[in-house]
């Protein structure tokens, strides 16, 4: 399990890990290990996306500024190179990538042109080996006029979670929580 905590480190908020030997045993968790010198800085790192690729690709994609950033680990998320930055054209932040590593979801400000003040965009890939696709906003009914972030994709690549305003309509408040599904394409 990799998080973002600011327990002491290297900068106010760093990337941790903590692991277990047994999958099933939910109170297993070792002590967590913070993903430095690889990883951290003085600067805040956050988001933190793990995708177990093709099995010997395994990648940790987390936020660093505007960026996201990508490292190599290990089956049991140890760090094996340095983090190195994406070039997304752009801002790019709180990153997360499908469990197969051949998309990846994130939201950026208006920077980019979007819809609103802050929207979600896509990147894929055929392979993990490949390079990321150039972003695409994923436009109405995902994005509004307000702002969407903190996209989170499931590992199937079917569901996204995500926060976004009330200029959707029925909200409860600022910021809910919100849900799109997409069904699964056949090929002809």
Do not use: C
């Not at 951290?40 to 996306?49: I, L, Q, Y």
């Not at 972003?135 to 994005?143: D, E, K, T």
């Not at 996209?151 to 079917?158: K, L, N, V, W």
């Amino acid at each position: 399990m990799s998080f973002l905590s600011d327990r002491g480190g290297f900068g106010a908020e760093d990337l941790w890990v903590s692991r277990r030997k047994n999958p099933n045993d939910d109170f297993g968790w070792e002590d967590p290990v913070n993903l430095a010198p690889f990883v951290n800085t003085s600067a805040d790192e956050g988001s933190p996306s793990v995708t177990t690729g093709d099995g010997a690709h395994a990648e940790l994609y987390f936020s660093r500024g505007r960026t996201i950033w990508m490292a190599p680990i290990s089956r049991d998320g140890e760090v094996l190179a340095p983090a190195v930055p994406l070039d997304f054209g752009g801002e790019a932040r709180s990153p997360s990538a499908r469990k197969d590593g051949r998309e990846l979801v994130f939201w950026a400000a208006a920077t980019r042109p979007g819809l609103g003040l802050t929207d979600i965009w896509v990147s894929t890939r055929h392979n993990v080996t490949d390079s990321w696709s150039t972003p695409v906003n994923l436009g109405p009914p995902v994005n509004t006029a307000g702002g969407e972030l903190e996209a989170a994709i499931s590992a199937d690549g079917r569901t996204l979670v995500f926060s976004g305003t009330a200029a959707r309509g029925s909200s409860l408040g600022f910021q809910d929580i919100w849900i799109a599904t997409r069904s699964q394409r056949t090929k002809p």
